[in-house]
Structure formats: C-alpha cells, structure tokens
C-alpha cells in the first residue's frame, strides 16, 4: 500500500502512458524505452567492467573517474568549470536525482514554486520533504 503522503499524488504521467501504450499495442515515446540495443562498445565494456570487479558501491556522489570525465567533458563543451569532488554528482537516473535534490535542499515548512510546465513528480518530491 502506498503511505499516506504520497495517495494525494496518483500515478505519474509515465506510468500512465506506459500502461496505454501497452493497452494499444504502441511504441512507448513517454521515457526510455528504446527498441534497440545499445551500441556494441558499450555493451562490451559494461561486461567487461563487470568482470574485472568493477561492481561494488561507489562514493555516494558518483565513480571518480567518472566525475573527473563529467567535469572534462563539461570544460571542454561549454567552458565551464566544475570541481568534480565537490560539483558533480552522479546518480541512478534523472527522477532519483530530483528527489535527492529536493530532499537534500529543502526543511519541512519550506515554500516551494513550481513553474509550468514542470515534471509532474516535484509535489510529491517537495511533499516527501515536507516542505
């Protein structure tokens, strides 16, 4: 059963158009739900990490080799510069991120504006915060 803060919220709009797009029979266009495989080298080397031991925790801000790439990259394409120990974080997906975001920056009684359109997950991100 879902608690009781988060019943006011329902379903969110992927999880809906995922059901319809399964209901009709469609391609799901609502999130990433590609109908290929990723490209070869990636694949090879996600094994190959797997492999070489590469599959335990890593610091909770993200791998550093990647954090050091995530900064690089963004220095290189936009001029930017971002301490990757302290500025970059790496996480499981975009809506895991947003609600660390928003429980990581926000007290129970904060005010919050949500601009439109917005993901239709930040009410219940903020309310989980009690703000």
């Known amino acids: 059963m879902i608690s009781k803060r988060l019943a006011p919220f329902g379903?969110?709009?992927f999880s809906e158009m995922t059901r319809f797009a399964?209901?009709?029979?469609?391609?799901n266009l609502s999130q990433?739900?590609?109908?290929?495989?990723g490209?070869?080298?990636l694949l090879e080397n996600a094994v190959r990490a797997?492999?070489?031991?590469?599959?335990?925790y890593a610091r909770s801000m993200g791998y550093q080799g990647l954090v050091e790439a995530v900064s690089e990259k963004v220095q290189q394409h936009y001029k930017l510069h971002y301490d990757p120990y302290?500025?970059?974080v790496i996480c499981s997906?975009?809506?895991e991120g947003m609600a660390s975001t928003f429980l990581g920056l926000l007290n129970p009684?904060?005010?919050v504006i949500f601009f439109e359109p917005y993901y239709d997950s930040y009410p219940a991100f903020a309310a989980l915060a009690g703000a």
């Open 11 to 13: 379903i969110n709009i």
């Open 22 to 27: 399964e209901e009709q029979g469609a391609i």
């Open 32 to 37: 990433g739900f590609p109908d290929f495989d």
């Open 39 to 41: 490209p070869s080298e």
């Open 50 to 56: 797997l492999r070489s031991g590469h599959n335990q």
């Open 86 to 88: 302290s500025e970059v």
């Open 93 to 95: 997906g975009a809506t």
């Open 109 to 111: 009684g904060d005010e």
